[in-house]
């Protein structure tokens, strides 16, 4: 987050810190039309489902900031499940984490050079209070270099296939910024990502590594307490409750700030038992770089809206009976077919105010006949599920469906061999008949 020691920022801290307690309650449930985001991009989905809820430009390429944080949470909490690193574990700050550190115009906590911190305190400073020299040290602590790190950046941004996006540092601020530590890119390259790449970035994270709400979701800690080194660290994401513009149900996500990437904002809040992920990209409202309300406004409008006009429901259960083709052929079994039955309970984003939503269903199966013996639950096709009508913005991985695996209701035995002649004697009268009657057809034509 770049140049934070701005008088509109301290105004704002202090007016935060005076009300802090106090929340913005939602606005109550009512239908609603689609808000009309003041954003260069933006996109709000159910966090279970990937359902896309609302979507302005969301696979437009786009600074993003500070929010590239999420992405070193990302690996620094796979390297700490993993067991390559511990939360214990020392980093002895290098000279370029050190002087990047140095500079308070930026999001910093003076980090001591040559001095050890645990992963523990780096990782707070750079999730609570968007810390640039301490999301070097981690950086380098996983990979040994930031340039290892940016390669293991676009490695895992290919394996979450999070879409077009462009890494050069781990920290989101332009490389002139990084006082000549730059490793990747050019001077002035910066990140990159799409609103639909930080909302699956998001949605994985908080899937993968659902801890990373505890401290995403933390307003205020001393770091270094009771040191000389103590710095009080207050949460950039002033949505969360307690702070400023602090909302109910709000536990997440991360901030970002830059002249280029403008007011960046990816949240997180659960209300009613469902959990929306919201992307800000360059919200309008401030001057480059200034803390204005912009983003909080902008988020606040697709949380409403997510909120107020959808719900997660359970439209299928597991188990259920197919009926479109209810049952599949089996050659050489006891019986000459088996019935198909849903794997999962299909949950879809329906109105809220719809408590019975009408649905459509597509069955596609890999054969037309099983051949016997077949096992019970064996998987032969697949289901696509949707409500009636549908949709025009579809889900995050850019299906328009929700799919369910079909499988066979019960087993099926292979017939015995009497059966099996029984059977193939049937099968040749029933082709000699055939025949017959075809040559018989052929006189009289």
């Given amino acids: 987050m770049k140049k934070i020691i701005k008088k509109t920022g301290i105004a704002i801290m202090a007016v935060s810190l005076a009300v802090s307690g106090f929340l913005v309650s939602p606005k109550a449930a009512q239908a609603a039309a689609e808000p009309t985001v003041n954003a260069n991009a933006a996109i709000a989905i159910e966090e279970s489902t990937g359902k896309i809820l609302y979507s302005k430009d969301a696979d437009k390429l786009m600074g993003i900031a500070s929010m590239t944080k999420m992405m070193d949470e990302y690996l620094l909490l796979e390297a700490i499940n993993d067991g390559k690193i511990k939360w214990d574990d020392k980093v002895t700050i290098s000279e370029y984490a050190y002087k990047v550190s140095q500079d308070r115009s930026l999001s910093n906590v003076p980090l001591r050079l040559g001095e050890e911190y645990t992963v523990q305190e780096l990782y707070e400073a750079m999730a609570i209070y968007s810390a640039n020299g301490a999301a070097i040290a981690i950086a380098e602590k996983v990979a040994g270099s930031e340039k290892a790190f940016v390669d293991l950046m676009n490695k895992k941004a290919e394996k979450l296939k999070i879409g077009e996006h462009q890494f050069v540092n781990s920290t989101g601020l332009n490389n002139e910024d990084l006082k000549g530590g730059q490793q990747v890119g050019g001077p002035k390259d910066e990140n990159k990502m799409t609103a639909r790449g930080m909302a699956k970035l998001a949605k994985h994270l908080i899937k993968d590594y659902p801890e990373v709400l505890k401290t995403a979701s933390t307003t205020k800690k001393e770091f270094r307490k009771g040191t000389s080194d103590q710095i009080d660290m207050t949460n950039w994401n002033w949505l969360l409750p307690g702070l400023i513009y602090g909302r109910k149900g709000v536990d997440g996500l991360k901030t970002g700030t830059t002249d280029y990437a403008g007011m960046c904002l990816t949240a997180t809040a659960v209300e009613d038992g469902m959990r929306v992920i919201t992307v800000v990209l360059h919200a309008n409202g401030g001057g480059a770089g200034e803390h204005t309300s912009a983003r909080f406004d902008e988020t606040n409008k697709m949380l409403d809206y997510s909120f107020n006009n959808f719900k997660v429901k359970e439209v299928q259960k597991a ?21 198909l039955v849903t794997k999962d309970a299909v949950k879809l984003v329906v109105p809220k105010n719809d408590n019975a939503p009408k649905l459509s269903t597509k069955v596609t199966l890999k054969d037309k006949t099983l051949e016997a013996p077949v096992k019970k639950n064996t998987a032969v096709g697949e289901m696509e599920v949707s409500l009636k009508g549908g949709d025009k913005l579809g889900y995050l991985d850019g299906k328009q469906t929700e799919n369910i695996d079909v499988l066979t ?9 009497f059966a099996l002649s029984a059977q193939a004697v049937g099968s040749f009268f029933t082709s000699a008949g055939n025949y017959v009657a075809d040559g018989v057809k052929g006189w009289f034509n």
């Fill in 319 to 339: 188990g259920s009976k197919v009926k479109d083709p209810s049952s599949i052929a089996v050659d050489k079994g006891k019986e000459d077919t088996v019935g």
């Fill in 409 to 417: 209701a019960n087993d099926v035995e292979k017939a015995n061999w």
